[in-house]
Structure formats: C-alpha cells, structure tokens
C-alpha cells in the first residue's frame, strides 16, 4: 500500500483538487440526467421521463450539450475545493490513526473514520454548492418552475436564495448532505483501499517498463468501483437531498427519511433509486478519473508512495 511523506501534507490537498476537476468534467453531463430523473420522476406533475437515456435525448435534443452542463460553474468551485478536503482529509487523518505510513494490508479502523471524518468535514462546504447546482439543472426547458422565477445563473441563484429563505436557506439539506458523505466516503474509500491492495498483490513480479501503466489500471478499476459501490450505498440519501433543495415550499420537511417515506409510499423502491442508471454509469469512470488524476497529481508533486 502507500506510503507518504510527512511533508507532503499540502500536496495532498492540491492533488486532490486535480481529482475534483476530472470529477466534474467526466460526471457532470451524468449528474444532471440523475437529478432531472430524481426531481420530474418522483413529482404527482410535470414531465416523466423513460429512463436516463430519454432524458439525455431530450436535453440535448432542446438545450444542447450545453444542458448537459447546466449548474456546472457551482458543481467545478464546490467539487474543486471538496475533492482537495476530502482527499487531504482523508490521507492526514489516516496516517495519523495508523500511528504513521501503511504497513502493508488496509487497516479498516483508520480507513473508516478518516474517510467519514473527511466526508462530514466537505458536506458544509458541498451542500450550498449541490444546492445551487441543482436547482439550476431542474430548470431546462422541460421545468415546470414558471419563467418568472427561474435563475439567470448560480450567482442570482445563491443571491435569491439567501434573500428569500435566510443563510440557513443555502443550507437546506444540509443533514442529508453529511449523512451521505459520511457513509458515502467510508464506503469509497474502503472499497478503493481492498481493491488496490489485492490488485497490487496480483501484479509483483510485474516487469518495471510495465508498472506506470498496471498503475493507471489499478486506479482505474480502485475507483471506478468504488464509485459504484459508494453510490449503490448513497442513492436514496442523496434522491432525498435533491428533493429537499430542489421544493419551493419554505416548510416542506427537511427530514430525509420522512422524504423517502413519502417517495416510497407514490413510487415504491424504484422511487428511492430513482436515476440509479446514470448515476453508476457515471461512477465509474468519474471515480476512476479521479483516483487516476489523484495518484499521478500526487507522483507528479512529489508524494512518495512505495507499494509493499
């Protein structure tokens, strides 16, 4: 496993701001087919959509692939500066609990903690961000928000949001958002951890002109499957969260499984699941992207971290 250089601290955190912009430019076109999916397929009115891949035709088909990244000045500021904490986080907790670098086999009792420490720390500064994020993929031309109040972009969205609900309104869903990063990043992170090292037990021997590509592999498979493992765990957590920052209404409940009660009471499991199809298919090679991007980011900075 890795091994880091007490120095390296702050590299970490610039690595994994590297990681968050691959994230964004992979994932982003994906997340807003999941969360048009979660908002018009979990509502009495309005739009239904067949499955990801209609709604995908539609938003090009209106709006362009320019639809495809609506919302994504928000998602690249707050998924820029998570990635950099959640990773930092992440890796300096770790090698604290472990009473210093990897010594071979992941050690749950730190991968757990400093993964859900770091997931709890980003959701303060992820939730305003998702929640303008949102909002402004919610109102393409299939919206059923009126012309009237709709966003002319992320700023006026921020800006109305605070002026109508309060600087508590830019933090609706706020503890939804940490009970998903929370349990997500444990989740994550154990799974790119265990799959890491057993690929890694798979390829000594391997010849060193080989190695720079069996560690791109390994990163790709590490994180694309732990994206999808994170996100098979999260998705209703995060249908809840869409659906509380996405409501008009100042006093619809903020209680997320109150939400999915609802949910499952008008639309069964599959409500709670709703946008599942986007949303592993982006896992993957988001995640992937990002530890990829993370691992090189870091050997270009000069992390060092040695393989057992």
Known sequence: MKKMDGNSGYKEYVA???????????GHPFDTVKVKLQKHNTEARGIKYKNGLHC????LKTEGVKGLYRGATSSFIGMAFESSLVFGIYSQTKLYLQGGPDGGKPQPQAIVPSAAFGGAIISFILCPSELVKCRMQVQGADSVVPSS???????????KTVKCEGITGIFRGGFTTLLRESFGNAVFFSTYEYVRYHLHLQRKGASS????????????MSGGLGGIACW?????????????QTTPEKNHTRNPFRVLKSIYARSGLR????????????AFPANAAAIVTWELSAKLLGIKRDLN
């Open 149 to 159: 109040s709709r966003y002319g972009g992320p700023l006026e969205c921020a800006l």
């Open 271 to 282: 409500g709670c699941y709703m946008g599942l199809g986007p949303t592993i298919v982006r």
């Open 209 to 220: 002109e080989s190695s720079q590509v069996i560690d791109i592999g390994v990163g790709i």
């Open 232 to 244: 098979s765990a999260v998705l209703p957590l995060d249908v809840a969260k869409t659906i509380i």
């Open 56 to 59: 995908a035709a539609r938003i």
């Open 16 to 26: 994994g701001l590297m990681a968050g912009i691959a994230i964004v430019i992979t």
